[in-house]
T-cell receptor, first 108, second 117 residues
């Protein structure tokens, strides 16, 4: 079975503080992992993919196969980062399994 | 390009009524998906399609049917709506993956908020 776990429903930090959104996955094959973001009143959109090893809007995520984790990190949170974040695992035929999401609230 | 569009945006049904949600994409994507989003549950895959004329079940298919008669359209049907189907429904599409490591980003529609009384 493929499963994605995001243990935190809500994460509140102050502007300028570091932020880490946790994601753990369960998959026996070679995973393709993604972070999607949904800003208020906007549609869900891709933030970053593990395969690209990219940094988007200051966010990075490293795949740790030993710990089966793909945590999303940003050293200095901004108010505009406030949104709902979903970790997703992609398997056969582009099927995606999404975590339950973490709402990030960045306080001024 | 409009990307992925969904109609209607909102709908209120009574228990037992039927309806069809329409998803359309103009990106010539092969794959299309229907999800439902519920508080604390994230997005759950209802049905998906890997090409025109094909459909397959996702995680939560019961109570829903789908059709993909044209490549650009993916319809989600509720034959007899139930209050448990109150949710926000998202459609998404993606292009064919080139295999392991292939770029298979999903593009989402704006969602349809459905309430079943």
């Amino acid at each position: 079975a493929q499963r994605v776990t995001q243990p935190e429903k809500l994460l509140s930090v102050f502007k300028g503080a570091p932020v880490e959104l946790k994601c753990n996955y369960s998959y026996s094959g070679s995973p393709e992992l993604f972070w999607y973001v949904q800003y208020s009143r906007q549609r869900l959109q891709l933030l970053l993919r593990h395969i690209s090893r990219e940094s988007i809007k200051g966010f990075t995520a490293d795949l740790n196969k030993g710990e089966t984790s793909f945590h999303l990190k940003k050293p200095f949170a901004q108010e505009e980062d406030s949104a709902m974040y979903y970790c997703a695992l992609s398997v056969d035929f582009n099927k995606f399994y999404f975590g339950s999401g973490t709402k990030l609230n960045v306080k001024p | 390009n409009a990307g992925v569009t969904q109609t209607p945006k909102f709908r209120v049904l009574k228990t037992g009524q039927s309806m069809t949600l329409l998803c359309a994409q103009d990106m010539n994507h092969e794959y299309m998906y229907w999800y439902r989003q519920d508080p604390g549950m994230g997005l759950r895959l209802i049905h998906y399609s890997v090409g025109e004329g094909t459909t397959a079940k996702g995680e939560v298919p019961d109570g829903y049917n789908v059709s993909r008669l044209k490549k650009q359209n993916f319809l989600l049907g509720l034959e007899s709506a139930a209050p448990s189907q109150t949710s926000v429904y998202f459609c998404a599409s993606s292009y064919q993956s080139s295999g392991t490591g292939g770029y298979n980003e999903q593009f989402f529609g704006p969602g349809t908020r459905l309430t079943v009384l």
